[in-house]
C-alpha cells in the first residue's frame, strides 16, 4: 500500500477582518506546511489523521449556533436533543408543552463550544411521567432561541 504523508498536527487560524474565516493547516511528515480554507474544503479523510487529538480538532468546527432535531422522534420513554455552540456561553435547554407551559429545563450552565448531547427522560420538573402528546423544546444560547417539535408516545 502505498504511503501517504500523515497529519502531525493541525492547526486553526481564525482572521477577525469582515467575518471569521476558519483555516486548516496541516503539518507534512517531510516538514512542510498546506493550508486550507475550510469552506474550500469538501472532505476530510479521517484515516489520515495521526491522533485522536487531531480528529477531536477537525470535527468540532462549528460555525453558527444549530438546532438538531431529537432522536428519537417519536419517543418513548426518552429522547435525546442534540445542539451545536460556535463557542463557549450560556446554554438553556427547556421542554414546553403545547400551551408554552415550561415542562423541565434540562440544561441550565455555561457549556464549551462544540456537539452536545442531551437526553430528556418524559419528566417534568417534579419527577413524573408527562401524558402523551406534542411538545417544544427550546435552546437558548447567545440571545437566540431556537425550538422544535416532538412527539411523545406511550
Known sequence: MKKILFLFSIFFSISFAFSQTYYLSVNLKDGTKVTYEIAEINTIDFDKITSVEDAEKVSHIIKSFKLLQ???????????????????????????????????????????AGLHKK??????????????????????????????????LK
Open 70 to 112: 431529537n432522536y428519537p422522534n417519536p419517543f418513548n420513554p426518552s429522547t435525546t436533543i442534540q445542539y451545536e455552540l460556535p463557542k463557549q456561553g450560556d446554554v438553556k435547554v427547556r421542554i414546553f408543552n403545547t400551551t408554552g407551559q415550561l415542562i423541565k429545563t434540562i440544561v441550565n450552565q455555561n457549556q464549551p
Open 119 to 152: 437526553v430528556w427522560n418524559g419528566q417534568n420538573e417534579s419527577g413524573h411521567k408527562v401524558a402523551s402528546g406534542f411538545y417544544i423544546y427550546a435552546v437558548e444560547f447567545d440571545n437566540t432561541v431556537l425550538t422544535k417539535k416532538m412527539i411523545l
